[in-house]
Structure formats: structure tokens, C-alpha cells
């Protein structure tokens, strides 16, 4: 089973930026998405940021980060980059890289993860 790992997080000011990194071990993945998980949330409350289908390069965004947050994934399909721009306080969260079946319906991005990472700490002060 891939495995993932999340860096990148910290602590920022409100308006500034950030940038999150999933490398995973897997030699290749169907789709990669991030989740983000609030203070007091709990998992099954985790809030789908972004996703990204590996193969056709589609994407998704929630409604609270388009045009502020993008999603990326190199060459090799070994590593999914979330560019974090600015930032707001309630973009503070638990941040959490996630892998799975993806596919585009209607021209919507679905994607079922399977295997997740252990986080990364995103905090944002106003």
C-alpha cells in the first residue's frame, strides 16, 4: 500500500502564503486530493480542499479556496503540490493529502480516497 507524507505546514498571517507537499511512494496513483480538518472537527468532518486526476490533469477546488489555492503534481507522478495563497484564519486546519480512484464525470472531479498521510499543520492568524 503507497504511503504519503505531508510537509510544508506552519504557522502564518492572514494574507500571507503557503505551499504543501505530498510525496508518496507509490510508482504511480489515480488520483491525489487534499482534505483539510478544522479545529474540533472531527475526521468524518474533514472538508475536501483540492483534487487532481493524474492522468487527465483535471482538477478540483472547494468553493471557499478557488482562486486562492491551486493544485500541482510533477513530471514523475510522485509528489502533489497544494500553492496556498492568501491565506485567511479559517483556512487553519490539519491538512491531509489523500490517494484514490479518480475520475471525471460531467466534467466534475470525483475521487474516493483509500490511503491517507499522517497531516500537516496549517495555522493562520488574523
Known amino acids: 500500500q503507497a504511503q504519503l507524507m505531508e510537509s510544508g505546514g506552519a504557522s502564518v498571517q492572514a494574507g500571507g502564503s503557503l505551499d504543501l507537499t505530498c510525496a508518496t511512494s507509490?510508482?504511480?496513483?489515480?488520483?491525489m486530493a487534499w482534505f483539510r480538518q478544522g479545529p474540533g472537527k472531527e475526521r468524518q468532518e474533514r472538508e475536501p480542499?483540492?483534487?487532481?486526476?493524474?492522468?487527465?490533469?483535471?482538477?478540483f477546488y472547494g468553493d471557499s479556496v478557488k482562486g486562492r489555492f491551486t493544485i500541482s503534481q510533477d513530471n514523475f507522478k510522485t509528489a502533489v503540490y497544494l500553492k496556498m495563497n492568501n491565506l485567511r484564519p479559517e483556512d487553519t486546519g490539519m491538512y491531509y493529502c489523500?490517494?484514490?480512484?479518480?475520475?471525471?464525470?460531467?466534467?466534475?472531479?470525483?475521487?474516493?480516497?483509500?490511503?491517507w498521510g499522517q497531516g500537516t499543520q496549517v495555522t493562520v492568524s488574523s
Open positions: 489523500a490517494t484514490g480512484n479518480c475520475s471525471v464525470v460531467g466534467g466534475v472531479v470525483h475521487l474516493t480516497p483509500s490511503t
Open positions: 507509490a510508482n504511480s496513483y489515480s488520483g
Open positions: 480542499v483540492a483534487a487532481i486526476c493524474a492522468g487527465s490533469g483535471d482538477t
